[in-house]
């Protein structure tokens, strides 16, 4: 199977110091990305809730620029199908980077 094409924006969490000693995330930059969706699974999270949470199993490999590598910590959402998706976990695979997406980001 051929894999998708990637093109979107990946959302990094700046942080700050809000006031002395304590650090949170207060601002976000967005980057253009690149690369590759090597898988895209969709899952519905069956819960006592009315409404089911949809969760993402996918993978997207982007190209990493020396922003995304020196940063890959801070990457905290990726566009995918216009929504952003919470970014579970990052690895880095030069010159890419391999991100794995779990469910709808909440600012």
Not at 41 to 59: A, C, F, P, Q
Not at 70 to 84: F, V
Not at 91 to 107: A, F, H, S
Request: charge should be neutral; hydrophobic fraction near 35%.
């Amino acid at each position: 199977i051929k894999n998708m094409r990637y093109y979107g924006k990946i959302g990094y969490g700046v942080s700050g110091e809000t006031t002395p000693g304590v650090w949170a995330v207060n601002s976000f930059v967005e980057k253009d990305a690149i690369g590759d969706v090597i898988k895209n699974i969709r899952k519905l999270d069956h819960s006592d809730k009315v409404n089911e949470d949809v969760n993402m199993s996918t993978i997207i490999s982007i190209v990493a620029d020396p922003y995304a590598i020196d940063h890959y910590l801070d990457i905290k959402y990726a566009e995918l199908d216009g929504k952003k998706w919470t970014v579970t976990s990052a690895e880095i695979q030069r010159p890419r980077i391999i991100l794995y997406l779990g469910g709808l980001y909440n600012v």
